[in-house]
């Protein structure tokens, strides 16, 4: 069965501190996809990245950057040095195989807490 | 563009009283989704359309309907409101399959008295 789990409900870290936000995903697809939304205060889901199963390089844009790594399932979100516009819910998703990939599975969120 | 718009933005309901969500989008994308998220429950897909003419149930479809009769809108009916919907709807749209980026409206904040 699709699953993602982001174990952290909540992080608080200092402006100025790396972090990185877990994702951890099953499936029994070959290929799939996962993705990264961010949604701030504002409320509105604003996508981040999405990575194909079969591309296990490392991504990085600016202070963010994405490790996948198939051996373990996971696809970890890190922020260097953490600033205050950072505060957010991140989500994690899976592309879901049973509805011919027509819809995504998503994690329950992570919330960040950046304090000045 | 405006991208993805939902209306309205805000609505008080009574148990019972029915109402639609409309969901607008300019981009000429043939996917779209309706999400509801709850506290501590991430999103969750309510019903989706992969083309005009077309839905499909998603995790939670009870208590709800949908229709896409024209391609670029895409409504959500609550025939009967209860309390267990008070939530925030959103709307998404994609170009293609579902592995394609989803792009999302501002959200919709039902509260059901």
């Known amino acids: 069965a699709q699953k993602v789990t982001q174990a952290q409900t909540e992080i608080s870290v200092v402006e100025k501190e790396d972090v990185t936000l877990d994702c951890v995903y099953e499936?029994?697809?070959?290929?799939?996809?996962l993705f990264w939304y961010k949604q701030p205060p504002s409320g509105e889901l604003v996508f981040l990245i999405r990575?194909?199963?079969?591309?296990?390089q490392n991504e990085i844009s600016g202070r963010y950057s994405w490790n996948f790594q198939k051996s373990t399932s996971s696809f970890n979100f890190t922020i260097t040095a953490s600033q205050v516009v950072d505060s957010a819910v991140y989500f994690c998703?899976?592309?879901?195989?049973?509805?011919?990939?027509?819809?995504?599975?998503f994690g329950k969120g992570t919330m960040l807490l950046v304090s000045p | 563009n405006a991208g993805v718009t939902q209306t309205p933005k805000f609505r008080v309901l009574k148990t019972g009283q029915s109402m639609t969500l409309l969901c607008a989008q300019d981009?000429?994308?043939?996917?779209m989704y309706w999400y509801r998220q709850d506290p501590g429950m991430g999103l969750r897909l309510i019903h989706y359309?992969?083309?005009?003419?077309?839905?499909a149930k998603g995790e939670v479809p009870d208590g709800y309907n949908v229709s896409r009769l024209k391609k670029q809108n895409f409504l959500l009916g609550l025939e009967s409101a209860a309390p267990s919907q008070t939530s925030v709807y959103f709307c998404?749209?994609?170009?293609?399959?579902?592995?394609?980026?989803?792009?999302f409206g501002p959200g919709t904040r039902l509260t059901v008295l």
């Open positions: 998404a749209s994609s170009p293609r399959q579902g592995w394609d980026t989803q792009y």
């Open positions: 499936t029994r697809d070959t290929t799939y996809y």
């Open positions: 990575r194909n199963s079969f591309d296990e």
């Open positions: 998703a899976l592309s879901d195989p049973t509805s011919g990939y027509s819809t995504l599975t």
């Open positions: 981009m000429n994308h043939e996917y």
């Open positions: 359309s992969v083309g005009e003419g077309t839905t």
